[in-house]
């Protein structure tokens, strides 16, 4: 079996009663593996089988060794076992037997291995035969750009809407971290009002504390607009709410549009298609901001504007800086941009 990219396949299999004697999941990103195992341990075993053949280890808690023997048994009035060990990347004992047992391993057997913060070493001989003989699914972490559409497809999964611009705030609010974002999107769904099928920035707003007005995407806006007092609102609300509104987030997001700007002057064609293809936009509204950034902006501003945002975090972060508190360094920022 080659590695498989999707969790979504993967599901799909199952639910198909489509199973491997091994399934490993590893990673940095915590989420799909958790997906993965619970979607195991609580759907191959109806509730009475699961008393004698779902069996959950911990890799600080045992060897290789063991779980290979405790694989090895065959199900009792079931047609299958699961053996699931947790924090796999703990496990004490030479990977090569488990290789040996991969050569011949018990069908009957559902061996699921939650390999977390980490890779497994393809080098090694058992990791090639886990690809051969189950499934090897690495959970990558998303980029922050991918947020948006992530969040986006988690309402559509539940048939509920919310604008793209919405679903931008909330990633860049509360970051990439999936499990802490997924728990703010189910937040979201239970405090939705009966009847409602669309996510708005107030609810937003209500139940996650980002404000619709004054936040990362507006100061962006307000730039792109060279809306002076607009963009020094921004910033006393940011000073005045420094728990929700730390600046280097900010400064990212500010590094992000800046440096894409930079490109987008290197486009081909200027138009919106030519923009939109140079910087791999998926959205028409995404393109227009740089088009009307380019016309407030020329190209060498936008090169010392980079070089201004990337001082002002390393400012932000102590370096060659003693004194000069993070929001006064941003204000001298904005007002560079602006000026």
């Not at 200027?270 to 016309?295: D, F, I, N, S």
């Amino acid at each position: 079996m080659p590695e498989v990219q999707r969790h979504e396949d993967i599901l799909q299999e199952l639910r198909k009663k489509k199973y491997y004697p091994i399934y490993a999941f590893m990673g940095e990103e915590d989420y799909y593996i958790d997906i993965l195992s619970n979607y195991i341990t609580e759907h191959i075993l109806t509730e009475e089988e699961k008393d004698f053949n779902l069996t959950v280890l911990y890799g600080a808690d045992t060897d290789i060794v063991s779980v290979i023997q405790t694989a090895r048994r065959y199900p009792i009035m079931a047609s299958h076992q699961v053996v699931v060990v947790k924090e796999a990347q703990s496990l004490s004992g030479d990977w090569d037997d488990l290789a040996t047992y991969l050569k011949a391993p018990n069908h009957s057997t559902l061996l699921v291995l939650c390999y977390k913060h980490g890779k497994m070493d393809k080098r090694k001989k058992a990791v090639s035969l886990i690809e051969k003989e189950g499934i090897l699914f690495e959970s990558k972490k998303l980029k922050d750009y991918q947020l948006p559409a992530f969040i986006e497809g988690y309402f559509k999964e539940k048939q509920i809407g919310i604008a793209p611009q919405t679903a931008a705030l909330i990633g860049e609010f509360v970051g990439a971290n999936l499990s802490r974002l997924v728990g703010e999107l189910d937040k979201l769904l239970l405090t939705l009002p009966q009847g409602e099928r669309q996510i708005t920035p107030e609810m937003v707003e209500r139940n996650i504390g980002i404000s619709k007005e004054y936040n990362s995407f507006e100061l962006k806006n307000a730039l792109i607009a060279k809306d002076v007092f607009k963009a020094n609102q921004i910033i006393k609300y940011f000073e005045s709410n420094p728990k929700n509104n730390p600046v280097q987030p900010i400064l990212a997001l500010l590094h992000n549009f800046f440096s894409n700007l930079m490109l987008a002057y290197y486009a081909p064609q200027k138009t919106e298609q030519g923009v939109m293809q140079c910087l791999g936009l998926k959205a028409p509204w995404q393109v227009k901001e740089y088009l009307q950034a380019m016309r407030a902006y020329n190209a060498v501003k936008v090169m010392h504007i980079v070089s201004a945002i990337r001082d002002c975090d390393a400012r932000s972060k102590g370096v060659k800086n003693a004194s000069v508190d993070s929001y006064q360094l941003l204000r001298q920022l904005i007002f560079f941009i602006l000026h």
